[in-house]
């Protein structure tokens, strides 16, 4: 059986995190909630700090971002729109070793269906887009949980092939990086 015939080697997107940085302001941290809540229609979770930093003025149990978590239909549908946001154009770097597309994207009216609203105003967020295979839930069971073999994990090259193949993301190619530089 050749690996395209594989059903274990199929890869999927499990989920997409949404998340807005809003450090100690507590008005940018009201809108964020607002933005997630209007571009995803549901409430999003308001992250803690876990540590005191007193070099950025945080003190633990500060509330300092929102992130929100999409799976399913729900996650598929945002990532052709976050997709649609970056006008199809990532980078090699924008995807890890494990799997793990990550992007932000600088303003939310970019965004497909996010229309300017003044309560809300311009706010950036950040994507992260996990994709996996079936099986993966081995190494996240809670009984007898096991290490996922090299030959299963999801490397950079078949995370940019299946983004391509999904999605129709498109690399820059060399020429154009040194255009921008």
């Known amino acids: 059986m050749s690996e395209s015939q594989n059903a274990m080697k199929a890869v999927f997107v499990e989920k997409v995190v949404l998340n807005c940085g809003c450090g100690t302001d507590h008005v940018r941290l009201e809108k964020s909630v607002k933005l997630l809540e209007k571009m995803a229609g549901r409430k999003p979770v308001k992250t ?51 799997g793990t597309v990550s992007f932000g994207i600088s303003e939310c009216i970019d965004i497909p269906g996010v229309e300017y609203e003044p309560d809300i105003g311009i706010i950036g967020l950040q994507a992260t887009i996990t994709l996996a295979r079936p099986g993966f839930r ?44």
């Open 138 to 181: 081995v190494k996240r069971r809670r009984s007898m949980k096991r290490k996922l073999p090299n030959a299963h994990t999801i490397h950079q090259e078949e995370a940019i092939a299946f983004m391509q193949q999904s999605f129709g993301v498109e690399l820059p190619s060399d020429d154009e990086d040194e255009d921008e530089e």
């Open 48 to 98: 803690i700090t876990q540590q005191r930093n007193a070099t950025w003025g945080l003190r633990k149990g500060l509330p300092v971002g929102t992130k929100l978590t999409l799976r399913d239909e729900e996650a598929i549908k945002m990532v052709e729109r976050l997709i649609e946001a970056k006008e199809k154009q990532l980078k090699p770097n924008n995807f890890d070793e494990h």
